[in-house]
């Protein structure tokens, strides 16, 4: 992975009609990474991926890929290649003629293409299936021939618009490390589109959050997920009590709460998970309104004067029962601080 934008998208305006739905956005994609963008639908983030393959001509700025601008350039030229939710295979054609078809198109010698389709058809497992229909498939193997389908046109990056989102639970994580497999191996450039943390946080070199069409924060998921930069990043990934600061102190639903610690001046908001609310101890008091055991965790909503807090102890810690009154406490040197609220 080198350090400078293989794809480049810059300053870049997309709009339908008079309706903006992405506005400036400078997002430099390195060569060999794996970016997701993650946002909430409506975002953009689909309209993003439409610019990227050329299905929709950007009201301004520029899209660079491989030191060449693409931005005028016909979808069919681009070198990109593009798997969403619906598979879209030919349902008359077997396996091994759905991901021959673009290497048909473009008239290259039969061996070489039985060579490109059986080492595509290797690369996500599926060898042993090239005379089947897609009918004869499950959801996630089309999903597979869908993937090598692209793979063997070489595309210099792969765009995946939320390419999980049709499967059940188990075959999306099953997918989730065969993608980064597929990725690690063929050492292509991937955008990864999703709405889903986990899939972003789990897959992604680095995850772009997006928010009405412009990039609210773009880090590792290690930064994204410890130190959001804004109350929206920190909803979005599961930051459950999250309070405005002022003047240094914290804004709650009973007024002013000095902190025990000085901020800084642009700090704006602090965040707790609820794993981070210490239960039994502390300079607050609250009462149980409701728990829940999750497993190996035990979920509490509490009632406090700060307003409602949630809060999540170890499972082999002994319960508080529901109408019990607990101290606790929210340490400030544990907090997630916010820039933006
Ligand atoms: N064909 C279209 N015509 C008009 N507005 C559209 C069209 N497609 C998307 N939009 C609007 O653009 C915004 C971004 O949509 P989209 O990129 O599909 O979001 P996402 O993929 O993040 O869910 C939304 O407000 C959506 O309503
Ligand atoms: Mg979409």
Sequence with gaps: MSDAAYLDLSDLTLAYGKTVAVERLDLPI???ELIALLGPSGCGKT???????GLLKPASGIITLDGKDITRLPANKREVGLVFQSYALFP??????????????????STEIVKKVEDGLAMVGLGQFQGRKPAELSGGQQQRVALARSLVMQPKVLLLDEPLSNLDARLRLEMRTELQRVQRESGVTMVFVTHDQNEALALADRIVVMRDGRIEQLGTPEEVYNSPVSRFVADFVGFENIFPVKDGQLQTENGLTELPIPLSAQTTGLAWR???????EGRFEGEVLGVAFAGGT?????????????????????AFAPGSRLAFDLPTERAAVLDRM
């Design 30 to 32: 390195r060569k060999g």
């Design 47 to 53: 309209t993003t991926m439409r610019a990227i393959t």
């Design 92 to 109: 008359h054609l077997s396996v091994f003629e759905n991901v021959a078809f673009g290497l048909r198109l473009k008239r290259l010698p």
């Design 274 to 280: 609820p794993n981070m609310v210490r239960l039994g």
């Design 298 to 318: 035990r979920e509490y909503l509490l009632k406090t004067p700060l307003g409602p807090i949630k809060a999540e102890m170890d499972a082999t810690a002994p």
